[in-house]
């Protein structure tokens, strides 16, 4: 049997909208606190704005420890279960969270439930591709659930600060509530695992065990660039995103510019996210195509660096966006295709944990790195030159048959 004869099942496409509705929802609950930092901390009693910090912080920190957990369960009950788990969890504790008003220890406590139910979902994204879709439009469908992060972020940031009520956050967290809610019983009666036949005509290899497959992965050279790739590209970006308001100074710019660049930037990665994937299913050029993103992202963010005006800053954002975070759906395709029979959420897990871990540190690394005048320059410099770093060892990635 070859690969037109192979039969596809119309309802994947349902399966990845549930998906991409459960991350949405999920990026939406991280991203709550920080795009309301300053009536946040008057809503928990004038708390300081590190606990506010903490309730985004701390999905970074779970995700860690929980993501070998949520892999193993992936792999082993599949997509359905393993997803469904984060899905659940974010129903219950971001429905739970309208209970905790102004407490802000129930707050935290909640907020955790809904971190350690987050790689269940993020870790699900290739293990869907793979159960539901042909060879020819995988890192589409993974680039579609892949933006759907972005896109939860996006949402998340322009929406809240319009359904608060002054300092009264309660109208917003019943909202996002009822949302978590919906979406997740929407997810667990309507999502299936995979189709009454595979997608492929490839033959169907045995999976390796997870223990046997971290071995695997952290003695294959090409993923471990990927590693750092991840590592490296996703500490930069939440970095950036998370001080963008600072980067861009608001003495000069004006918060809501600073919003705006942060908002474009976005957008570009969710266009980069759409584009490159699609453009990787139609050729099989995995490899070129995250070479061609990572010089994008490694220019524009040079040029970002040293630019003033405010069209060509936009312009810089949307496509260092574009470049960084368009090549992540196609490195998670990548890192499937080098590490066969390892199961598709075991890396897609890892490269999701040191992205995680790239971004705490980042964040926290790069806060300080300053010039006196509390200019950003040095950091965006040297992030600059990180990023050609990894658009060069990008070369040196096995070239696979597609």
């Known amino acids: 049997m070859n690969e037109e004869e192979v039969q596809v099942y119309?309802?994947?496409w349902i399966v990845l909208l549930l998906f991409m509705l459960v991350n949405i929802t999920v990026q939406i609950m991280w991203i709550t606190f920080a795009a309301v930092t300053i009536p946040a901390q008057a809503y928990f009693g004038g708390v300081d704005e590190l606990y506010?910090?903490?309730?985004?912080?701390?999905?970074m920190i779970i995700y860690i420890p929980d993501t070998f957990l949520a892999s193993w369960l992936i792999d082993k009950y599949d997509f359905k279960i393993g997803c469904g788990i984060g899905a659940v969890?974010?129903?219950?504790?971001?429905?739970?969270?309208?209970?905790?008003?102004?407490?802000?220890?129930?707050?935290?406590?909640?907020?955790?439930?809904?971190?350690?139910?987050?790689?269940?979902?993020?870790?699900?994204?290739?293990?869907?591709?793979?159960?539901?879709?042909?060879?020819?439009?995988?890192?589409?469908?993974?680039g579609l659930g892949t933006l759907s992060m972005f896109v939860g972020i996006l949402l998340g940031v322009l929406l809240t600060p319009f359904i608060i009520v002054g300092n009264d956050l309660s109208p917003m967290l019943l909202i996002?509530?009822?949302?978590?809610?919906?979406?997740?019983?929407?997810?667990?009666?309507?999502?299936?695992s995979r189709p009454l036949t595979p997608p492929t005509s490839?033959?169907?290899?045995?999976?390796?065990?997870?223990?046997?497959?971290?071995?695997?992965?952290?003695?294959?050279?090409?993923f471990l660039i990927l590693v750092f790739l991840y590592f490296i590209g996703l500490g930069i970006f939440n970095m950036i995103t998370t001080y963008i308001q600072a980067i861009l100074i608001p003495s000069v710019y004006g918060d809501t510019f600073a919003g705006i660049v942060g908002g474009i930037m976005l957008f570009g990665g969710i266009l980069g996210a759409i584009i490159l994937s699609a453009l990787s299913d139609k050729f099989q050029k995995k490899v070129v195509l995250m070479i061609i993103s990572l010089a994008i992202a490694a220019i524009s963010l040079f040029?970002?660096?040293?630019?003033?005006?405010?069209?060509?800053?936009?312009?810089?954002?949307?496509l260092f966006g574009f470049g960084l975070?368009?090549?992540?759906?196609?490195?998670?395709?990548?890192?499937?295709?080098?590490?066969?029979?390892?199961?598709?959420?075991?890396?897609?897990?890892?490269?999701?944990?040191?992205?995680?871990?790239?971004?705490?540190?980042?964040i926290l690394g790069l806060a300080d790195f300053t010039l006196p005048s509390g200019d950003y320059l040095p950091?965006?410099?040297?992030?600059?030159?990180?990023?050609?770093?990894?658009?060069?060892?990008?070369?040196?990635?096995?070239?696979i048959k597609e």
């Open 10 to 12: 119309g309802y994947r």
């Open 52 to 59: 506010i910090f903490l309730l985004s912080a701390i999905f």
């Open 89 to 142: 969890l974010t129903a219950i504790f971001g429905f739970l969270r309208f209970f905790a008003g102004p407490d802000y220890f129930l707050m935290l406590i909640f907020t955790i439930g809904l971190a350690i139910g987050q790689p269940f979902i993020m870790n699900s994204i290739t293990k869907l591709s793979g159960n539901w879709f042909p060879k020819s439009e995988r890192t589409t469908a993974t």
């Open 176 to 192: 996002y509530g009822i949302l978590s809610l919906v979406i997740g019983a929407l997810f667990v009666i309507f999502a299936k």
């Open 202 to 222: 490839e033959p169907i290899s045995e999976k390796v065990l997870m223990g046997e497959g971290l071995k695997k992965l952290f003695t294959n050279k090409s």
């Open 303 to 318: 040029v970002f660096t040293f630019v003033t005006d405010e069209i060509s800053l936009m312009l810089t954002a949307f």
């Open 325 to 362: 975070l368009g090549a992540a759906p196609i490195a998670l395709e990548y890192a499937v295709d080098i590490t066969k029979p390892v199961p598709e959420a075991s890396s897609n897990g890892i490269l999701m944990m040191v992205g995680q871990i790239g971004g705490i540190i980042f």
């Open 379 to 399: 950091a965006l410099l040297l992030e600059s030159i990180l990023i050609t770093v990894l658009l060069v060892l990008s070369f040196f990635l096995k070239k």
